[in-house]
């Protein structure tokens, strides 16, 4: 178990130029080469936010699979997915993503 | 700042993630960089920067903090994020006066209590009043009162909060700021801290 891990992909993918290339390239053979429980590889290579948020990865970094299109996570389903897991709050309703701006590399 | 007229900025601010991780948070860092750029996130459009930094003060800093028992980090190199960079493109056009970046951890909890910060503040007040040199010294504090960034609540305002801030901070009423701005309450108001 390891949100150390979890936070640490999506630092670099934001951090790291060469990172973040080899993320575009082959995402889920970075991901598998962290050593990461079951639970939490299957969390992060199918987009599940929800899931992630959960287990309590820093939300800076959920919001660069937004930012960076990773695992099917984009800026339309993100609240839904973040809010997956949790009991409805009125304040939902005044929701919204920012326009993300990144530029091609 | 014009009618200010400073010849060095120090800036306190977070770090969004940038320069530390979770293998290394100082709760406060100076730095001690000759110059600097930004901004850093490839995601921040605005002009990038080279900024100069200031060493000879920014190593008084350092000394006379650790002398005052704050366990202070120092970094010789930095990268400038968009929280540092934005205030600059509008308060010293074309980088021309030197900074130095102070760095508050904002975002890796458990984070430095208000108070401490504020006792900060007083030892950077200190240190700038027994500075020998006559540099004139601004001070820019850049931040956000609560914003979920990343997160389920993004979009809605703590607007109370807000409002009580900036009310505490233009009355110049710091105890209060201090006793209120707790980790709990800010928090509540959707602050970023992670776990």
């Given at each position: 178990m390891s949100n150390y891990l979890l936070n640490k992909i999506l630092y670099m993918t934001d951090n790291d130029a060469d990172f973040r290339k080899r993320m575009k390239e082959e995402p889920a053979e970075i991901v598998q080469s962290f050593k990461l429980s079951g639970e939490e590889m299957e969390a992060m290579l199918t987009g599940?936010?929800?899931a992630l948020y959960e287990m309590g990865v820093h939300t800076f970094f959920l919001n660069h699979m937004?930012?960076?299109e990773l695992f099917g996570v984009n800026r339309d389903n993100y609240l839904e997915?973040?809010?997956?897991?949790?009991?409805?709050d009125q304040r939902f309703e005044q929701g919204n993503m920012p326009v993300q701006f990144v530029p091609k590399e | 700042m014009e009618r200010a007229s400073p010849d060095?900025?120090?800036?306190?601010d977070s770090d969004h993630f940038d320069n530390?991780?979770?293998?290394?948070v100082p709760a406060f860092c100076v730095s001690l960089a000759e110059e600097a750029e930004g901004p850093q996130e490839i995601w921040c459009p605005m002009p990038h920067y080279v900024v100069k930094g200031h060493v000879p003060m920014a190593r008084g800093v350092l000394s006379y903090g650790i002398d005052a028992h704050f366990d202070l980090a120092a970094a010789e190199e930095l990268r400038l994020d968009h929280?540092?960079?934005v205030p600059l493109h509008y308060l010293n056009p074309g980088m021309a006066l030197p900074v130095i970046p102070l760095y508050v951890n904002g975002f890796a909890a458990p984070t430095p209590t208000a108070e401490r910060c504020f006792a900060l503040g007083r030892m950077v007040r200190d240190f700038l009043d027994q500075w020998p040199g006559d540099e004139r010294v601004a001070l820019i504090a850049s931040g956000c009162f609560a914003m979920d960034v990343g997160g389920p609540l993004r979009g809605w305002t703590d607007?109370?909060?807000v409002e009580a801030v900036s009310g505490w901070i233009l009355s110049g009423q710091h105890r209060e700021l201090s006793t209120h701005a707790t980790a709990e309450r800010m928090a509540a108001a959707a602050t970023p801290y992670g776990t």
């Open positions: 599940d936010v929800g937004a930012r960076y997915r973040i809010r997956s897991r949790m009991e409805y | 060095v900025i120090i800036e306190l530390f991780f979770y293998d290394n929280s540092v960079m607007e109370e909060w």
